[in-house]
């Protein structure tokens, strides 16, 4: 076994110890190295070529006065150039933010996926450098258990590429320019399943806490940083001094969850909240940016058992009980809007459209940002494309696409599905089997009934709306599309159900088949347009339903449909089990 290239030293974060460096080895005053300075409960990650410089700058920083007589930890490694530091400090920031043992106290000041010269064998370096840290037990969690928790899925301190640092910066200069113009200002954003739009979302929220907790005369910014601009021009950073923003997420099991990650995170004295979109039309207040991840799921109306709080609140905005939709309350109490908004990922009637966008066109300087690169899955655009075509009417692939990475095999047999499904799990985790809701939800009444059988083999829909990928019983389990949008998953094991057949070179909706009475059911507007859902309607919404589901897959994708032509029908595009 090669010998480990790196040490990692132990340090005391005193004036006594910091003068202490540099008596006697050059590497703590001349060479890239990254730090992890922590207390019991705070961490903050940096790099730097001159140690000693650094923590003395550090030890004059009220803003790290709360680590001061905690400890330091130093990565040194004879083989560091200056682009391995920096990236080893944005790994490390992404994989303590993710481990949850400490509160990371950076800020989002523009982390970006840059490559260099040998950066493969430097990534595996840096693995060694994790474990290590497990050891010395300033980490809990390994690199795998990261990667497959929410806390890292949905942490702000991610990576950005060059195409979401463009986005951002734009979005950022947009705001910017419409509080000095005292205008309000839209930014959509836009692009295919897997292509980060909610890593964008979470990031910008972030920066604007960041913006709004800098100190320009005590907090210092790295000159490396891709938004250090932001943070050094006084006028930008002044302009969102004491700025109320919202982020509002429209799941409700998904808003809890986000709600706690930033929980883990420092905001300083940002004032950012986050909310449902009932919860925000709520709210006693108005917000001078807002920001809406997956807004596609957005409502126009509600009824049933929320349908009382629906009008209360259009009373108290509008002055009216008129159908309003939850993005109408948005723009009503907000000055800068951000949405993310995919018209390919609205699964209901009631969900908001574009034409519910574009009447704010006057009212709002409205922006169009489309983000491309695939992110997710490891067969790339390529097989987000390929989904698409096969489940369409339109445009067919003229023969079968392979993807190098990623596996896409369709199963005869629904037990040796089971089975391989119960493999991966095994293997890498975080492999789940969904379905089209085309079986009733008998088990939400009796926990004793199953939902689903095929050839004997009998399923049960998820136990749990909250977090439903996450909980123990899920291996087990059947989700929808309810308890999987806006989630990665390492393996998708998709059971499509007879709501989708293919007759005569054509797919075709079943409604006899169709359980899912929300997915059939007129919005409020619709019913007072009396606008009827045509079949072609519904064939549209079950198609993105299942393009939805099939695109969750990071690693794989494995199909069993239950209709036999429709199953014939893609046998022609997934290698065989």
């Known amino acids: 076994m090669a010998k480990q290239s790196f040490e990692i030293r132990n340090y005391s974060f005193t004036q006594t110890a910091i003068n202490q460096l540099a008596v006697e080895d050059h590497f703590e005053e001349n060479w890239p190295v990254v730090y992890q300075i922590c207390n019991n409960r705070d961490i903050y990650i940096g790099e730097t070529t001159n140690l000693k410089n650094r923590m003395n700058q550090h030890l004059a920083n009220t803003e790290k006065s709360s680590l001061r007589n905690g400890s330091i930890k130093v990565v040194f490694d004879e083989t560091f150039n200056k682009s391995a530091a920096l990236d080893l400090e944005s790994y490390l920031i992404q994989y303590f933010s993710g481990d949850g043992k400490y ?25 060694e ?68 739009k909610t890593i964008v979302i979470m990031y910008l929220a972030k920066l604007l806490a960041d913006l709004q907790s800098f100190d320009n005369q005590n907090d210092d910014i790295d000159d490396e940083s891709n938004f250090n601009i932001f943070f050094e021009l006084e006028h930008i950073n002044q302009n969102f001094k004491g700025k109320s923003i919202a982020l509002i997420v429209p799941q409700p ?20 909240r986050i909310f449902s979109p009932i919860q925000f039309g709520k709210c006693d207040d108005n917000f001078d940016i807002t920001l809406v991840d997956e807004a596609h799921l ?113 199963f005869n047999n629904i037990r040796d599905f089971v089975s391989e499904m119960e493999e991966r799990e095994s293997k890498y985790g975080l492999s789940r089997m969904v379905a089209g809701f085309a079986w009733k939800w008998n088990s939400k009444n009796d926990k004793s009934a199953y939902d689903i059988e095929i050839d004997g083999v009998k399923f049960r829909w998820n136990s749990t709306q909250n977090n439903w990928i996450g909980s123990k019983n899920a291996p087990k389990e059947v989700g929808s599309i309810y308890t999987v949008q806006g989630d990665d998953l390492n393996y998708v094991g998709i059971i499509i159900g007879n709501d989708l057949i293919y007759r005569d070179g054509k797919l075709i909706f079943n409604r006899k088949a169709c359980a899912d009475s929300g997915a059939m059911k007129r919005s409020q507007r619709q019913v007072a347009n009396n606008e009827q859902i045509s079949e072609n309607d519904m064939l549209e919404q079950i198609l993105r339903t299942y393009r939805i589901l099939m695109n969750r897959a990071v690693k794989g994708v494995y199909i069993y449909a239950c209709d036999k032509e429709l199953h014939n029908y893609l046998n022609k595009y997934f290698n065989q089990f």
């Open 129 to 196: 450098i994790w474990n290590r840290l497990r050891e010395l037990k300033i980490a809990d969690k390994t690199i795998s258990e990261i990667n497959n928790s929410e806390l890292f899925k949905f942490s702000p301190y991610k990576n950005l590429n060059f195409e979401q640092l463009n986005v951002v910066t734009e979005i950022v200069q947009n705001i910017d320019e419409a509080i000095c113009d005292n205008r309000k200002s839209l930014s959509i954003i836009d692009g295919d399943a897997g292509t980060g």
């Open 298 to 410: 957005l409502k126009v109306g509600v009824t049933g058992t929320l349908g009382k709080q629906v009008h209360e609140i259009d009373q108290k905005i509008f002055g009216n009980n008129n159908i309003h939709s939850e993005l109408d309350w948005i723009m009503a109490k907000s000055k800068n809007v951000v949405l993310v908004f995919s018209d390919q990922q609205r699964i209901r009637p009631a969900n908001i459209n574009k034409t519910d966008i574009s009447q704010y066109a006057n009212e709002f300087d409205k922006r169009n940002y489309y983000l491309k690169t695939q992110m997710r899955s490891l067969g790339g655009k390529k097989y987000i494309d390929y989904i698409h075509d096969i489940l369409s009417n339109g445009f067919r692939p003229k023969e079968k696409e392979t993807f190098e990475g990623f596996e896409a095999k369709i």
């Open 103 to 127: 509160k990371v106290l950076n800020r989002n000041d523009g982390m970006c996926d840059r490559d260099y010269y040998d950066r493969a064998n430097y990534r595996k370096t840096f693995e």
């Open 253 to 272: 099991s998904l808003c809890g969850r986000i709600r706690k990650i930033f929980n883990k995170i420092d905001l300083g004295n940002a004032n950012i």
